[in-house]
């Protein structure tokens, strides 16, 4: 998905992580927000503003938005947050975050989507812990 025109954009319901996306050891700050157009639509009797849904990512030392960041999603992110893990087999971290609107993206953090995400079958833990594999 596209990178968003429609900033600055706005915390709302969804939750945030804390996560080293460039692997180097230092942490970003990954979270669910708005786009400015909402403001629009907040702010009064007038016809619905279109607005972005966004997946934003910070460096949480600096503060300084991460390049290729916010990422356009297409619909709310209520109540849920983003995952890190490598899940494409490439070593390097995926961002993985879901929608209202049932869908599940996997963003690397320079790339626009990760590569053969869709043929990756792994879960982000075993839950039952019962074969003591990674799943």
Do not use: C, K
């Amino acid at each position: 998905m596209p990178r968003s025109s429609d900033s600055p954009g706005h915390f709302y319901v969804a939750q945030g992580a804390f996560a080293d996306i460039h692997g180097l050891g230092q942490l970003d700050y990954l979270a669910g927000e708005v786009g400015n157009g909402i403001v629009g639509s907040a702010a009064g009797s007038r016809p619905p503003v279109l607005f972005d849904h966004l997946l934003s990512a910070w460096n949480a030392t600096t503060g300084a938005v991460e390049p290729a960041f916010p990422r356009v999603i297409e619909d709310w992110q209520f109540f849920n947050g983003p995952a890190v893990a490598e899940i494409s087999g490439d070593s390097l971290a995926e961002i993985i975050d879901s929608s209202g609107g049932y869908f599940v993206h996997a963003f690397q953090r320079r790339r626009r989507g990760a590569r053969g995400v869709a043929e990756a079958h792994r879960s982000l833990a075993d839950l039952d812990a019962l074969d003591r594999r990674h799943q």
